[in-house]
């Protein structure tokens, strides 16, 4: 896995590392991808994908007498910034005026 | 033989106090846990208080229940209301719980008393809490050797009696193997049976909470406690408890699981129990689990896949944050947060997991490995058309020296080379420590059960048991 893949693999999942960090992980990945590859030994045509761990079917409710959410204040102080009520991040855009 | 009966007898005979157990407790912590480092938070006022109100009931004559004034501890990574929750990261060293997990809420009514919440690997990844952004926990057998993990702190603290009983959770393993590798017993429930509202998630499609106490009864009693139905987790259900009335237990036995990679003393005290079942007339059955060497590949594209979902909610804002750094924007909190908040293998499975299901390379790996899955399910069930139960090492080694695999992840996967099968299956399954190494280290035994057989696996695990300690 070249350096320009980890980049762009960083990018997606939103993570920082230090530059010299990328040749350990990108070899890691590589081993680790090599394992998995293993499972190309078993044919696998025709099978149904399993999604999620349950057989369970989804139930749908009626939309009536809504769950009142109660824990708005618990969640709100957790975050990284409030102000009257209202969560404060930092700017979205740069200004670089 | 259950411990927490017998404390329960000696508590409403008043042999024994709440407080007296929770002192013991706290007085065991403070000899050991200095070396062993099995706990992140500890919370003695608390226990102090709450064994209080059960001493009060007790002498007032009211009834208590069976866990009451017992102490227990909690993995790190199970939300606890206004008390540090920080599933051994750093992202979340100044996180509390705003909830009680749904497993707490129930031991909390019951009246068993919280001592403490364990170290894991961060975020449960890992087989030895050496991944854990604080410390790593040491093995009680061996303090130069790993506790297993990534439940580590929860089954030392059971192994050193710091807590009578406590809860892990278990994706690949995480509870079987710390269990094996500290000599306790340790329960992986059928995936569901268990609500895992306010468990921190890893792979939502595996991870299962279930107990680790020093005794198959006991770890009963948990389970049904724990057990359940819950409105906030869709996936739960009621287990129902049948009558087993078969008469003739089968047993199925895969040779290729003693075969090279297993230690020469696992297989030799495996094979002695095996011995010991078929003296005492239980049938054992060869059986071929073929797909099982497939199963930790499947599980190392799933597992990560739903690694790298989950935890980009760790957004820098929503838990909590980095102090003292200045951000340049919104993405900029998003990349340092992540970056330096997150350890090396949460990291490494992040990125492997976005890779898995990246355009290009979804159907190639995550589509198949949810083919292989299925075919890794249908054929568990068909061998429990032949047989009841299936039984292996839990684990292929004995727990292995501090920083012997830390630097080669694919050597610490393969840690979990015969629990995964469980976990991507969605079985019960169970460790039960059968003795010892020459070098005085535990030794396990794993025993899987058809899906939903939890009360089955545990009755059939209980009869090992008596024979293994006689």
């Known amino acids: ?97 | 033989m259950s411990l927490i009966k017998n404390l329960h007898q000696k508590l409403i005979k008043k042999e024994v106090s709440a407080v007296d157990l929770v002192n013991q407790s706290f007085k065991l912590i403070e000899e050991k846990d200095k070396d062993l480092k099995a706990f992140i938070t500890l919370t003695k006022e608390e226990a102090l208080k709450e064994a209080e109100k059960i001493d009060k009931k007790i002498s007032q004559g009211e009834e208590i229940d069976l866990i009451s004034g017992l102490p227990f501890a909690l993995k790190d990574n199970i939300l606890t209301k206004g008390i540090k929750t920080t599933a051994a990261s750093k992202i979340l060293a100044d996180y509390y719980g705003s909830y009680d997990a749904t497993v707490f809420k129930k031991l909390k009514e019951k009246g068993a008393i919280l001592v403490g919440k364990t170290n894991l690997d961060e975020f449960a990844m890992g087989s030895s809490t050496e991944n854990s952004a604080f410390f790593t926990t040491k093995n009680p057998y061996d303090l130069e050797r790993v506790a297993g993990g990534s439940s580590g702190g929860s089954a030392v603290a059971v192994s050193s009696s710091m807590a009578v009983f406590a809860l892990g959770s278990d994706t690949g393993g995480s509870i079987r193997e710390p269990a094996a590798f500290c000599g306790v017993v340790g329960f992986k429930p059928s995936y569901g049976s268990v609500s895992r509202y306010g468990l921190i998630p890893m792979a939502s499609s595996l991870d299962v909470i279930g107990p680790i106490t020093k005794t198959v009864e006991d770890a009963r009693i948990i389970f049904e406690t724990i057990a359940g139905k819950d409105e906030f987790d869709a996936t739960s259900f009621d287990l129902k408890k049948e009558k087993n009335s078969k008469k003739e237990i089968i047993i199925g036995l895969d040779e290729e699981f003693l075969a090279e990679g297993v230690a020469e003393e696992i297989k030799e005290k495996f094979l002695s129990v095996i011995k010991k079942i078929e003296e005492f007339g239980l049938k054992i059955k060869n059986i071929d689990l073929t797909l099982n060497p497939y199963a930790l590949s499947c599980y190392y594209i799933i597992m990560p896949a739903e690694v790298s979902a989950n935890l980009a909610r760790y957004d820098g804002l929503r838990y909590s944050s980095l102090k003292d750094t200045n951000f340049k924007n919104l993405e900029d909190i998003y990349f340092k947060n992540r970056g330096l908040g997150f350890g090396k293998e949460v990291r490494r499975r992040i990125l492997l997991g976005t890779y898995v299901l990246s355009h290009g390379y979804y159907d190639a790996y995550y589509r198949k490995a949810q083919k292989v899955r299925r075919l890794i399910k249908e054929e568990y069930e068909k061998q429990f058309q032949q047989v009841d139960f299936i039984i292996s090492p839990t684990t292929p080694t004995l727990p292995f020296k501090i920083g012997e695999k830390i630097s080669d992840p694919l050597a610490m996967y393969l840690s979990d080379i015969f629990t995964v099968g469980a976990n991507i299956a969605g079985l019960p399954a169970i460790n039960l420590p059968i003795g010892f190494s020459k070098s005085n280290l535990p030794i396990g035994l794993q025993i899987t059960a058809p899906y939903k057989k939890d009360f089955d696996l545990l009755d059939f695990s209980q009869q090992i048991e008596k024979l293994v300690n006689f």
């Open chain 1, 1 to 97: 896995m070249d350096f320009q893949e980890i980049n762009h693999l960083l990018k997606l999942s939103r993570l920082e590392i230090a530059e010299e960090e990328k040749q350990d992980i990108s070899n890691q990945l590589e081993e680790i991808l090599n394992y998995v590859q293993k499972l190309s030994e078993i044919p696998t045509e025709n099978i149904e994908p399993v999604n999620g761990g349950t057989t369970l079917i989804n139930i749908f409710r009626s939309d009536e007498n809504p769950r009142i959410f109660e824990k708005t204040e618990d969640l709100i102080e957790m975050f990284f910034e409030e102000e009257n009520r209202y969560l404060k991040i930092p700017p979205i855009f740069e200004d670089n005026n």
